[in-house]
Nanobody
Framework: QVQLVESGGGSVQAGGSLTLSCAASGNTDSTNVIGWFRQAPGKEREGVAT????????FYAHSVKGRFTVSEDSAKKMVYLQMNDLNSEDTATYYCAAGFLAYGLGRADQFDYWGQGILVTVSS
């Protein structure tokens, strides 16, 4: 089992920045990728960014590329999502998830472990 806990959410004005953190614990050796997903009210959960912990490769959704950066501190088992130039369409509950994938951003159903989610609200 892998446990994931997100932190760092909150409210920010459009154009601002936030950094989300994901703390992983448990049998993390069974996974090789941490993904960030988000779900806005009435919308499906969508992949935002992933980082492969076994090589450092990163992938981003088109909607956030150039604004969001995913990174990790492997020693601390932490993954971060730096979000810049936020806009109202970024308002959502953000989740980190862990799984074992071969390549790419991945789909939600490919991830085995999920955090509880954290709310990000961007006001214009």
């Amino acid at each position: 089992q892998v446990q994931l806990v997100e932190s760092g959410g909150g409210s920010v004005q459009a154009g601002g920045s936030l950094t989300l953190s994901c703390a992983a614990s448990g049998n993390t050796d069974s996974t090789n990728v941490i993904g960030w997903f988000r779900q806005a009210p009435g919308k499906e959960r969508e992949g935002v960014a992933t980082i492969y912990t076994d090589g450092g490769a990163t992938f981003y959704a088109h909607s956030v590329k150039g604004r969001f950066t995913v990174s990790e501190d492997s020693a601390k088992k932490m993954v971060y999502l730096q979000m810049n130039d936020l806009n109202s369409e970024d308002t959502a509950t953000y989740y980190c998830a862990a799984g074992f994938l071969a390549y790419g951003l991945g789909r939600a159903d490919q991830f085995d472990y999920w955090g509880q989610g954290i709310l990000v609200t961007v006001s214009s």
